[in-house]
């Protein structure tokens, strides 16, 4: 069995595109449309009876976006796999009701309101440090924490999973390194020298092992804690301390902008299929401050 399955994981990466990188400079797959064998890869880890927790924060009137992001979820993501939905929010009472697939859970916290959408982005390390400590070791064996203004519109499956897996920020997956947008204040922890960084990654979504994301998490909590004792914080909150995690702790696997697209980009030729992509809005509409 465990000689089966080396050679068909062996297939399974075998699998090229020549208009994209598919490798990274660590040897990491990029996963872009055409480089995986859906049918293939749900056989290997059919074999494993994983499961996946899933978290989501919708705070205010960021509800308003759940029942989008949910019901497309059911239809795209993980299907056929265990998937158990951590949804915070500061008003229960407004979460949808969404018919959920076979093995397919959804749980909802409660948590504070918090009057700054910076705080809001900034908590949610914390939030995901304790629930992998406390709750999710015998739960679950992937975690990915995602953004709810977001919608899905195509397969997002098992060819994800990995030990600690970021996904490729699609205003930048094919910009030079002087464009990225790291923070540059040496003063930050989240400080990222000139002329340093592999590839830009969203904030919006991001997981792996329980493990590996802990480790991320709690790093990512404690930079930003030493931050605000400083009066800093980062020029893109946590996910600039993501952006400084995932250079010193290299994503074992890479998700192309088809797993976190943006409505207001225009096509790209490199992007075949749109997985998963924010939505629309107006952010004066739906966030408690500028």
Request: contains cysteine.
């Given at each position: 069995?465990?000689?089966?399955?080396?050679?068909?994981?062996?297939?399974?990466?075998?699998?090229?595109?020549?208009?994209?990188?598919?490798?990274?400079?660590?040897l990491?797959?990029?996963?872009?449309?055409?480089?995986?064998?859906?049918?293939?890869?749900?056989?290997?880890?059919?074999?494993?009876?994983l499961?996946?927790?899933?978290?989501?924060?919708?705070?205010?009137?960021?509800?308003?976006?759940?029942?989008?992001?949910?019901?497309?979820?059911?239809?795209?993501?993980?299907?056929?796999?265990?998937?158990?939905?951590?949804?915070?929010?500061?008003?229960?009472?407004?979460?949808?009701?969404?018919?959920?697939?076979?093995?397919?859970?959804?749980?909802?916290?409660?948590?504070?309101?918090?009057?700054?959408?910076?705080?809001?982005?900034?908590?949610?390390?914390?939030?995901?440090?304790?629930?992998?400590?406390?709750?999710?070791?015998?739960?679950?064996?992937?975690?990915?924490?995602?953004?709810?203004?977001?919608k899905?519109?195509?397969?997002?499956?098992?060819?994800?999973?990995?030990?600690?897996?970021?996904?490729?920020?699609?205003?930048?997956?094919?910009?030079?390194?002087?464009?990225?947008?790291?923070?540059?204040?040496?003063?930050?922890?989240?400080?990222?020298?000139?002329?340093?960084?592999?590839?830009?990654?969203?904030?919006?979504?991001?997981?792996?092992?329980?493990?590996?994301?802990?480790?991320?998490t709690?790093?990512c909590?404690?930079q930003?804690?030493?931050?605000?004792?400083?009066?800093?914080?980062?020029?893109?909150?946590?996910?600039?301390?993501?952006?400084?995690?995932?250079?010193?702790?290299?994503?074992?696997?890479?998700?192309?902008?088809?797993?976190?697209?943006?409505?207001?980009?225009?096509?790209a030729?490199?992007?075949?299929?749109?997985?998963?992509?924010?939505?629309?809005?107006?952010?004066a509409?739906?966030?408690?401050?500028?």
């Amino acid at each position: 069995k465990c000689l089966l399955f080396f050679l068909l994981i062996h297939l399974y990466y075998r699998i090229f595109r020549t208009d994209v990188a598919s490798v990274t400079s660590w040897l990491a797959p990029i996963i872009w449309e055409g480089t995986f064998d859906a049918t293939l890869i749900d056989f290997i880890y059919k074999q494993q009876n994983l499961s996946i927790a899933t978290t989501v924060f919708a705070l205010g009137k960021y509800t308003s976006f759940l029942k989008d992001f949910l019901e497309s979820a059911e239809q795209h993501f993980f299907v056929g796999f265990r998937v158990h939905y951590y949804l915070f929010t500061d008003l229960p009472e407004e979460v949808p009701e969404v018919k959920m697939g076979e093995n397919h859970s959804l749980t909802v916290r409660k948590v504070p309101s918090l009057n700054r959408w910076q705080d809001i982005s900034m908590g949610r390390m914390e939030i995901l440090e304790k629930l992998i400590e406390n709750e999710l070791a015998k739960e679950a064996d992937y975690i990915f924490c995602l953004d709810v203004d977001t919608k899905f519109y195509g397969r997002w499956g098992v060819e994800t999973l990995g030990h600690l897996v970021g996904v490729i920020h699609p205003w930048f997956f094919d910009a030079p390194r002087d464009r990225l947008t790291y923070e540059r204040r040496p003063e930050s922890q989240a400080y990222i020298p000139a002329g340093e960084g592999d590839y830009y990654f969203t904030g919006a979504a991001f997981g792996g092992s329980l493990e590996d994301v802990h480790h991320l998490t709690k790093t990512c909590r404690e930079q930003m804690n030493i931050d605000a004792a400083n009066s800093i914080e980062a020029i893109w909150h946590e996910e600039s301390h993501l952006n400084k995690y995932f250079l010193y702790n290299k994503p074992s696997k890479l998700l192309s902008p088809e797993y976190l697209w943006r409505d207001i980009n225009a096509g790209a030729a490199q992007i075949k299929i749109i997985r998963f992509s924010h939505v629309a809005k107006n952010n004066a509409d739906v966030r408690p401050n500028p």
